[in-house]
């Protein structure tokens, strides 16, 4: 059964750093996601990304962030200067464009520690 | 500003139980409702989808239920086993046009004892 990957599984970076998360969708999606939870907190959305560009974003999905999708298969978040803040598990979600399926298929996330 | 509220946090009961979790939320406005499975360090699976149409869905052990109008849904596991350990989270997807994300409740973390 097709799946979302994200690599890598485990990210550690020092404050300040620019990071790239990665994510593969399920090939026939066209409606990509980012989410993030902080340990022992809600999972939070961070932006919702179709037909090239951001369809949606929260307030935690600042200037410091962005979302990218360079070539037919890789969807990536990118975070420009890390915060301590900015440690948590990343999910990337996908959700194909039919009618009536609204589930969205979520990766094994990529954990984020900012030192 | 959409809340999504799930109880008890933990729980913990011995295998074969037949045990029922709790998810509320504020704004009865939802487009549909989702029950996830996260198991310690992994991602999340889907278990069941609710339309906000839909009273109830069924898979295999689950049931999840959904009132609107009283902002609650409640998963139903039947004879549970230990591989159903794990944290259950529901999530409610606004009806705000053009939204498609999900606002996620605090989990409930479940423990059957074999």
């Known amino acids: ?115 | 500003k959409q809340e999504v509220t799930q109880i008890p946090a933990a729980l913990s009961v011995p295998e074969g139980e037949n045990l029922v979790l709790n998810c509320s939320f504020t704004d009865s406005a939802i487009y549909n409702l989702q029950w996830f499975r996260q198991d310690p360090g992994k991602g999340l699976t889907s278990l069941l989808l609710i339309q906000s149409s839909q009273r109830e869905q069924t898979s295999g052990r689950l049931n999840a239920s959904l009132d609107k109008s009283s902002g609650r849904s409640t998963l139903y596991i039947a004879a549970s086993q230990p591989g159903d350990s794990a944290t259950y989270l529901c999530a409610v997807r606004a009806t705000t046009s053009g939204t498609y994300k999900y606002i996620f409740g605090t989990g409930t973390r479940l423990k059957v004892l074999a």
């Not at chain 1, 993030?36 to 999972?43: C, Y």
């Not at chain 1, 440690?87 to 969205?104: E, H, I, R």
Request: proline share 5%; glycine share 6%; with cysteine.
């Open chain 1, 1 to 115: 059964e097709p799946e979302v990957t994200q690599t890598p599984s485990h990210q550690v970076t020092q404050m300040g750093q620019e990071v790239i998360l990665r994510c593969v969708p399920i090939s026939n999606h066209l409606y990509f996601y980012w989410y993030r939870q902080i340990l022992g907190q809600k999972v939070e959305f961070l932006v919702s990304f179709y037909n090239n560009e951001i369809s949606e974003k929260s307030e935690i999905f600042d200037d410091q962030f962005s979302v990218e999708r360079p070539d037919g298969s890789n969807f990536t978040l990118k975070i420009r200067s890390t915060k301590l803040e900015d440690s948590a598990m990343y999910f990337c979600a996908s959700k194909p464009l039919l009618a009536g399926v609204d589930t969205q298929y979520f990766g094994p996330g990529t954990r984020l520690t900012v030192l």
